[in-house]
């Protein structure tokens, strides 16, 4: 453990623009979601009828679970719960990745380990800073909920809970950064071990079998039930998950050699693969994208098991009316379903192609590329190369998403053109990205995920009423037209429209770039 605190106060500098952005948004919003429950549902019948319909929605149940107590406090860490899980653990994801296997990845590691640094430093600093900021972000949650007037102890334990949820994939990313020499692969099987717990709870909510819940971490922030009855003990099996899974990232880590993986790298082909600029894109991506792939195509299966048969199971009159407001007309339950979860879940996508856009700033932060444009390779040429995988990405991850979901339910074109409609507004979230590496290659990977995080919460916001319809429409997704419900008039419009913005943000993007000095420096 040999200089664990110098390195944690290095974490602490890298991201010292990206902690706190991070922290300040997650405890500010309970305590303005807690106020816009006040005030929309001023009475306890207003939330009784609220409560009762979302229970109603498969969809609602898939993303948040069921509401225990149709309180404000209840209404508040249901809808938070999942959500705040979700965001907490990518972004720990993210963190614990970046400072373990990409700093072995860029040699970074090798030269620190030259110094008086001993072996379980780097991962011991990463994992402090990111479980400390957990924990903080919850911690700084309950001031304002008690503000709000809700009971100081259950407010705790809501804070507690959205600790647990980063803490558990904190270690599941420790976990995956031993497993693998690339630092996207790592990235990859976190984030697709994430979907698919994320999944397992969605299926235990929708198919009506509870004891799921009770396999995964998301389950276990929603069985706390902050406000209706406090279950405190339910955070010891977030606590030992997250031990058990750093323990067995530690001891992993003692049987592979400095920048290896315990999986190993798989040689090249006997007579060479595609050479080239874009073969070389091609063998950096393709292992971060076989993972989301298994990963979104497991959640789309499981989403597609959820809705079959809802529309038989749900054929009464109130369930047709509530279809009848959600999508229109004739609209379907099931439909409904998948409009909805495939909104949320594009989302998800655009932070898979926002991995694969930023690889091109890490090879250039990595000294690798500057070696690359030594040869005649142009630097235009080298950047497509990177940017037709983080534009060709999302064609895969939603095809596959939506092709297991059809698959499950009988209905694969249908389902699948649906969710590829939701293509246009990851391209704007990989056009920002590519904007960002061009402009201001330093901060673009954290501006990035601040932007992608912003249209998250503005979409929360306005649900509740927090944001108007002005600012919803900043947000790509709101843009795209519900295929499955039908009503938009000229559907190809809007994403006609997004897909020329994000060619335009791209192309300003490459032309920064071409303009610019090399920043080989993280």
């Known amino acids: 453990m040999t200089g664990t605190w110098a390195l944690i106060r290095l974490v602490l500098r890298r991201d010292r623009v990206l902690l706190p952005v991070w922290i300040a948004i997650t405890a500010l919003l309970p305590a303005a979601i807690a106020a816009a429950t006040t005030d929309l549902y001023a009475g306890q019948a207003a939330r009784d009828a609220f409560a009762a319909a979302s229970m109603g929605n498969p969809a609602q149940l898939a993303t948040r679970g069921p509401i225990h107590a149709a309180t404000v406090g209840g209404l508040t860490a249901w809808t938070l719960g999942s959500s705040l899980a979700l965001i907490g653990g990518l ?13 072995e990845e860029t040699g970074r590691r090798e030269l620190l380990s030259s110094g008086v640094i001993g072996r379980h430093a780097p991962l011991t600093a ?106 405190w003990w339910v955070l010891g099996l977030a606590a030992a998950f997250a031990a058990a899974v750093t323990a067995s990232a530690y001891a992993l880590s003692t049987r592979r050699d400095l920048a290896g993986g315990l999986l190993p790298a798989r040689p090249g082909p006997a007579g060479g693969g595609p050479s080239g600029v874009f073969g070389l894109a091609g063998r950096l991506h393709r292992a971060t994208l076989a993972g989301f792939a298994i990963g979104f195509g497991l959640m789309g299966a499981l989403l597609g098991v959820s809705a079959r048969g809802l529309d038989s199971q749900l054929d009464t009159p109130q369930f047709q009316e509530l279809a009848a407001t959600l999508g229109g007309p004739g609209a379907r339950v099931s439909d409904v379903f998948f409009t909805f979860m495939m909104y949320v879940l594009s989302q998800l996508v655009a932070g898979a192609a926002l991995v694969s856009a ?164 993280s």
Do not use: K
């Not at 972004?91 to 700093?103: D, G, M, N, P």
């Not at 990177?386 to 694969?412: M, Q």
């Not at 000229?490 to 429209?497: C, K």
């Open 91 to 103: 972004v720990s994801i993210l963190l614990v990745t970046r400072h373990t296997r990409a700093e």
């Open 358 to 521: 930023m690889r091109a700033r890490g090879e250039e932060a990595a000294g690798r590329a500057e070696l690359l444009l030594s040869t005649p390779t142009g630097r235009l040429r080298w950047a497509l190369s990177h940017l037709a995988f983080a534009a060709a990405g999302p064609v895969l991850l939603l095809g596959v998403l939506g092709a297991a979901a059809g698959l499950a339910t009988g209905d694969v074109a249908r389902v699948t053109v649906a969710t590829l409609a939701y293509l246009p507004a990851v391209w704007i979230v990989v056009g920002i990205a590519t904007l960002l590496f061009g402009l201001l290659p330093r901060p673009a990977a954290a501006v990035s995920w601040t932007v992608l995080g912003l249209f998250l919460v503005v979409d929360l916001l306005a649900e509740f009423r927090l944001a108007g319809g002005a600012v919803l429409e900043l947000s790509p997704f709101v843009h795209v037209p519900a295929l499955l419900l039908g009503g938009a008039p000229s559907p190809a419009a809007p994403l006609l429209a997004l897909t020329a913005l994000a060619a335009g943000l791209a192309a300003a993007g490459l032309a920064f770039l071409r303009r610019r000095d090399l920043a080989p420096t």
């Open 126 to 231: 990463a994992l402090a800073v990111v479980l400390a900021a957990n924990l903080l972000l919850g911690l700084l949650s309950v001031p304002g909920l008690v503000a709000a007037g809700l009971p100081a102890g259950s407010s705790l334990l809501f804070g507690l809970s959205t600790a647990a949820g980063g803490w558990a994939f904190t270690a599941v990313a420790a976990l995956t950064a031993q497993l693998t020499a690339s630092s996207g692969a790592a990235r990859g099987l976190a984030v697709a071990a994430g979907g698919l717990l994320f999944a397992v709870r969605a299926l235990a909510d929708t198919a009506g079998i509870p004891a799921l819940a009770w396999l995964t971490p998301f389950g276990w922030v929603r069985l706390t039930r902050p406000y209706a009855g406090d279950h």
